[in-house]
């Protein structure tokens, strides 16, 4: 490839599937690049010594209700289901998490969960999901106590240590990502398709990027080949307050560290995940052998440690929700639309917005048949 017609800045999910659908729909070349040294962003996967297959960013698990986003994947992959399940330690307890009518029974005396159950089913209907703060809210004192219980010993501890911020501090749709369950279904999602890639998820983003008029070229910042291409367009996944040179301040994120360690089976979790509220520095363990279909290898338990980012020296996890926030990004999605049509940015850091995997594979696929490809003569696939 000499000078492509197209350079993606970052190689995860929003690039790599925006560089697959112009080189495939539009027959344009495609130059993916990415400051790290490999690609898939943070679903990348690779092999732990021990055998099983990792995640090397944290747990990443495929959900999501939209069919268009499944038969999409679906041509890069195969699946194998999987259910996530999450327990979360409660007075010492391990009750599922979201908090439903099982985690009720396991943590209060039977007449006491019997007469709390029966309030929310009365209130809600069976089978409903509650936001924590609406229960917080209700006239009736049982529904109350509820709600201020699993505030104060589920969502307050766990987010003063993802946020290093009150509950109170963030946007009301952080509490929403997680609301009590009036159910039984001990599922952490209860989308209609759940399922992790046969081959792991950088076996996935390989087939998505092998395309003869896609080239890869990794450990590459953007800002060393900016000046050479000036006449490419632009799909920027990158941060976009660094395309920017900062210019109105930096956006704050959240950033994590994750310490992979192998340990005997009698040690394993019973569960992918095990959360931790209010006890030590990490909020939760992850099982890897559960995320990768290995349930009887030698478990590795990684420990997630959420920090501050540093640029430079952690990544960027998670766009910090708060008011604050929203209006610092204002101006910067001000110049960001003064150069549409040559400029396209996406994706979690590109959008400042938190975005799980099927939400970022559909942004992708509606900018690309939104804007690129209806911005150009010729018809896409």
Same mark, same amino acid.
């Given at each position: 490839?000499?000078?492509?017609?197209?350079?993606?800045?970052?190689?995860?999910?929003?690039?790599?599937?925006?560089?697959?659908?112009?080189?495939?729909?539009?027959?344009?070349?495609?130059?993916?690049?990415?400051?790290?040294?490999?690609?898939?962003?943070?679903?990348?996967?690779e092999?732990?010594?021990?055998?099983?297959?990792?995640?090397?960013?944290?747990?990443?698990?495929?959900?999501?209700?939209?069919?268009?986003?499944?038969?999409?994947?679906?041509?890069?992959?195969?699946?194998?289901?999987?259910?996530?399940?999450?327990?979360?330690?409660?007075?010492?307890?391990?009750?599922?998490?979201?908090f439903?009518?099982?985690?009720?029974r396991? !943590?209060?005396?039977?007449?006491?969960?019997?007469?709390?159950?029966?309030? !929310?089913?009365?209130?809600?209907?069976?089978?409903?999901?509650?936001?924590?703060l609406?229960l917080?809210?209700?006239?009736?004192?049982?529904?109350?106590?509820?709600?201020?219980?699993?505030?104060?010993?589920?969502?307050?501890?766990?987010?003063?240590?993802?946020?290093?911020l009150?509950?109170?501090?963030?946007?009301?749709?952080?509490?929403?990502?997680?609301?009590?369950?009036?159910?039984?279904?001990?599922?952490?999602?209860?989308?209609?398709?759940?399922?992790?890639?046969?081959?792991?998820?950088?076996?996935?983003?390989?087939?998505?990027?092998?395309?003869?008029?896609?080239?890869?070229?990794?450990?590459?910042?953007?800002?060393?080949?900016?000046?050479?291409?000036p006449?490419?367009?632009i799909?920027?996944?990158?941060?976009i307050?660094?395309?920017?040179?900062?210019?109105?301040?930096?956006?704050?994120?959240?950033?994590?560290?994750?310490?992979?360690?192998?340990?005997a089976?009698?040690?394993?979790?019973?569960?992918?995940?095990?959360?931790?509220?209010?006890?030590?520095?990490?909020?939760?363990?992850?099982?890897?052998?559960?995320?990768?279909?290995?349930?009887?290898?030698?478990?590795?338990?990684?420990?997630?440690?959420?920090?501050?980012?540093?640029?430079?020296?952690?990544?960027?996890?998670?766009?910090?929700?708060?008011?604050?926030?929203?209006?610092?990004?204002?101006?910067?999605l001000?110049?960001?639309?003064?150069?549409?049509?040559?400029?396209?940015?996406?994706?979690?850091?590109?959008?400042?917005?938190?975005?799980?995997?099927?939400?970022?594979?559909?942004?992708?696929?509606?900018?690309?048949?939104?804007?690129i490809?209806?911005?150009?003569?010729?018809?896409?696939?």
């Amino acid at each position: 490839m000499s000078a492509p017609d197209w350079v993606i800045v970052g190689a995860g999910f929003t690039g790599a599937v925006v560089a697959e659908r112009i080189a495939s729909g539009l027959g344009q070349d495609v130059l993916v690049i990415d400051r790290r040294t490999h690609i898939a962003g943070n679903a990348y996967d690779e092999p732990h010594e021990s055998g099983c297959l990792i995640h090397r960013y944290g747990p990443h698990i495929f959900h999501t209700n939209s069919k268009p986003v499944w038969d999409y994947l679906s041509r890069f992959t195969a699946w194998r289901p999987y259910y996530h399940r999450v327990l979360g330690m409660v007075d010492g307890c391990a009750v599922p998490i979201p908090f439903n009518l099982n985690s009720v029974r396991a !943590l209060f005396p039977p007449r006491m969960a019997d007469r709390l159950s029966e309030a !929310l089913i009365s209130r809600y209907g069976f089978g409903k999901k509650v936001p924590i703060l609406k229960l917080r809210q209700e006239a009736d004192p049982d529904l109350r106590f509820l709600g201020t219980y699993i505030f104060q010993k589920v969502f307050e501890g766990y987010t003063l240590k993802q946020w290093s911020l009150r509950p109170d501090q963030l946007d009301p749709s952080v509490t929403a990502r997680v609301p009590v369950h009036v159910s039984r279904d001990d599922r952490y999602f209860q989308d209609t398709y759940q399922a992790m890639p046969e081959e792991g998820y950088t076996a996935l983003f390989r087939r998505l990027l092998d395309h003869p008029r896609i080239s890869v070229r990794l450990g590459v910042d953007w800002k060393s080949l900016s000046a050479a291409m000036p006449h490419a367009r632009i799909v920027y996944t990158g941060a976009i307050d660094e395309f920017f040179d900062y210019e109105y301040g930096a956006l704050p994120y959240r950033s994590l560290r994750f310490e992979p360690m192998a340990v005997a089976p009698h040690r394993g979790l019973p569960v992918g995940t095990m959360n931790f509220p209010n006890e030590f520095d990490f909020t939760r363990i992850t099982d890897q052998r559960h995320l990768s279909g290995t349930p009887d290898g030698q478990p590795v338990l990684i420990h997630e440690y959420p920090e501050a980012h540093m640029p430079g020296v952690n990544e960027r996890y998670y766009p910090v929700p708060t008011e604050a926030s929203t209006a610092l990004l204002q101006p910067y999605l001000k110049r960001a639309e003064e150069l549409k049509g040559r400029v396209f940015f996406a994706g979690r850091l590109g959008d400042y917005a938190y975005y799980n995997m099927d939400q970022a594979c559909a942004r992708a696929l509606t900018l690309f048949h939104k804007q690129i490809a209806a911005a150009l003569p010729m018809a896409a696939e």
